[in-house]
């Protein structure tokens, strides 16, 4: 039990050289500034968080961050790029076919006024025909006349020219059953606001033959040559000639291409397959030089779009494996470091807590950190041999003072007691020789064959009888009594703890007093503490006295008195220095001196005495 006692205490030393070791400081530091609370606060919980946590939060942002602004931006620039690029190209594709288109158009104006103006057409309409024949001359006249000039110009697309005077309704070439509509009235108002103007009538579906051609009507005023209006006069012509001249634009695919009027009315289109769901379009006009018409092309960014989509998706692709590389690469960086560092900690609360270096868990991960490991575990096999060199010391001490204990009955006290003896055999015959050979023999016999450190408290007390009875043969004018509770004749004590305080009591308190003497022992618990009291009612101690005795037992000086020094030292190394001896007392008074201890109950003692009562 003591020897437990003591490795206790040693490693008491053991482990506050363990947490000096590990750099465990108890204060982080003292903030001064009210205005830095808060922003300490905070970074003191940034500085608590977990290494690997540590290393995903500034990892992550470190990846995916730069990633998604340059993608953000290679997409947008991208987008713009692309979307210029693309305007620049179909603009001077349209411009380049509004071009075209003017130029056809003016080539149908100039033919019209070739055939509209002609000094020998508009003569032929100054007098009304009278029969048929007349009227069969002029017709023969405007085929003459006019078809030179139409073939000169575009034979294929004009279908037919039509002259409407107050001489009649003169066709060269294809009729239509309706007459080209020419008889609505809008038709005719539109015609003459124009005051000899060409007109471009937008399309419609008419009947030639047996087949049904889209066509445009180029129509004039008709003029004499006192430039009066004699009439109106228009060309059919077919808008094949249009529709091939979008069709033969490279502008590629997903575009709506057209041909608008001034009332934003298409009046020819490209025919096409195009995205009609589209929402995003980049639209492109050209407006002619020749009429009110304009090029009119959509571009749809759906394809545009679709490519950026697949290089975001690369894009995203990418930065998630990156970031997945990143995590794993985390996760060996952990495994390798962060999770040594913890066995390293784990190493190091168990040394703090006593475990024995053998015990240390043996890990692997980066070599510095299992350098670091086998280097804390080395200087705990250094002060676990230095501490169990100093247990050793400490049990070669105790023996030491063992054996100073038991030859504290000096051979002066042997040669008193036996000389006390001899004078009873002179004084008194026989009568109490035999007790006073009992005690000396029991005394004797409890010195030298008991080696036992701890005792139990009775044979402590049984022994201690035998010595006052010894003793009161020299100081005969004394009474030495017990009190002890109930329950303590079994805890254990040093043996001889209690003969120095009752051998100081009788020599230096009693010794010189001329009154009846009195020693009181009270043993009694407290707090799960042994109170041991020696109380005397001498000669007490003077204060100088004293005061160098309570020095002495506080380790400020080493006195004189062998005996209580002893004591004290022996508590104090076995116990700790919360426990010990004290000395009380008044001159003239009495002196009361108190020893503080464990309760240490001897177990096997306890556990028999149980058995029995049941």
């Known amino acids: 039990m003591i020897n437990e006692t003591i490795e206790e205490k040693i490693d008491i030393g053991y482990l506050g050289s363990i947490e000096l070791l590990s750099g465990k400081t108890r204060s982080e530091g003292v903030l001064t500034k009210k205005e830095d609370c808060m922003w300490t606060f905070e970074w003191y919980k ?3 968080w977990k290494l690997q946590n540590k290393l995903i939060i500034i990892y992550i942002p470190l990846i995916v961050l730069p990633s998604v602004v340059s993608l953000i931006v290679l997409t947008n620039s991208y987008n713009q790029t692309s979307q210029k690029i693309i305007g620049h190209y179909s603009k001077t594709i349209i411009n380049l076919t509004r071009d075209k288109i003017d130029t056809q158009v003016s080539d149908y104006n100039d033919l019209s006024l070739k055939v509209f103006t002609k000094t020998e057409i508009s003569q032929l309409f100054e007098d009304i025909p009278k029969n048929q024949f007349e009227r069969l001359s002029i017709q023969r006249k405007l085929d003459q006349y006019t078809r030179p000039i139409i073939g000169e110009i575009d034979i294929n697309n004009i279908i037919s020219c039509v002259f409407i005077t107050k001489s009649g309704r003169f066709v060269v070439g294809s009729d239509n059953a309706d007459y080209y509509n020419d008889y609505e009235q809008a038709f005719i108002d539109n015609i003459e606001k124009a005051k000899g103007a060409p007109i471009w009538f937008n399309p419609r579906e008419f009947r030639v033959g047996s087949q049904k051609v889209q066509a445009f009507r180029l129509a004039r005023v008709i ?18 000639w249009l529709q091939n001249t979008l069709e033969s634009a490279q502008i590629g695919s997903g575009v709506q291409l057209a041909l608008r009027d001034s009332r934003n009315q298409v009046v020819v289109k490209k025919d096409m397959h195009s995205d009609k769901s589209s929402k995003d379009t980049l639209d492109i006009v050209a407006q002619s030089k020749e009429n009110s018409w304009s090029v ?12 950026v989509n697949r290089m975001s998706s690369f894009a995203i692709g990418l930065i998630a494996l990156c970031t997945v590389v990143g995590l794993v690469a985390t996760y060996i960086f952990v495994i390798d470091l962060v999770i040594p560092i913890k066995h390293l900690r784990e190493n190091m609360h168990q040394g703090i ?12 991960g980066a070599r510095e950190i299992g350098e670091l490991n086998d280097l804390f575990i080395s200087v705990l096999y250094e002060i676990y041999n230095l501490v169990e060199e100093v247990k050793g010391n400490e049990k070669k001490k105790r023996k030491a003072e063992l054996k100073l204990l038991q030859n504290q009955l000096s051979p002066h006290f042997l040669y008193n007691t036996l000389n006390s003896i001899r004078w009873m055999a002179l004084i008194r015959k026989q009568d109490h020789i035999r007790e006073m050979v009992d005690a000396l023999t029991h005394l004797l016999t409890y010195s030298l064959r008991n080696t036992d450190e701890l005792v139990l408290l009775k044979d402590e007390l049984s022994v201690m009888q035998e010595y006052v009875k010894i003793q009161k043969v020299r100081y005969q004018n004394f009474q030495f ?20 305080l009752i051998e100081n009591a009788l020599v230096h308190g009693l010794s010189s007093i001329d009154r009846p003497g009195e020693i009181k022992l009270f043993i009694k618990e407290s707090n799960n503490q042994l109170l041991i009291q020696v109380s005397d009612n001498g000669t007490g101690i003077p204060d100088e006295r004293l005061l160098s005795l309570q ?23 076995h116990y700790g220095s919360q426990y010990g001896l004290q000395i009380l007392s008044m001159e003239g008074m009495g002196t009361t001196m108190e020893i503080l201890i464990p309760l240490i109950r001897d177990v096997e003692v306890e556990t028999v005495e149980e058995s029995d009562d049941c």
């Open 46 to 48: 940034l500085r608590n």
């Open 223 to 240: 003029k004499d040559n006192n430039f009066q209006p004699i009439g109106i006069a228009y060309l059919v012509i077919n808008s094949r």
């Open 296 to 307: 009119f092309a959509s571009f749809s960014l759906d394809e545009l779009y679709r490519t």
């Open 353 to 364: 807590k006593g475990i024995r270096p053998h015990l240390m868990t043996k890990f692997k």
């Open 481 to 500: 009594t017990i009190h002890i509770e109930d329950d303590l004749e079994n805890v254990e004590i040093f043996k001889f703890l209690l003969q120095p």
């Open 551 to 573: 020095e002495m037992l506080a380790g400020k000086n080493e006195g004189n008195s062998i005996g209580l020094r002893s004591v004290q030292e022996r508590i104090q190394m």
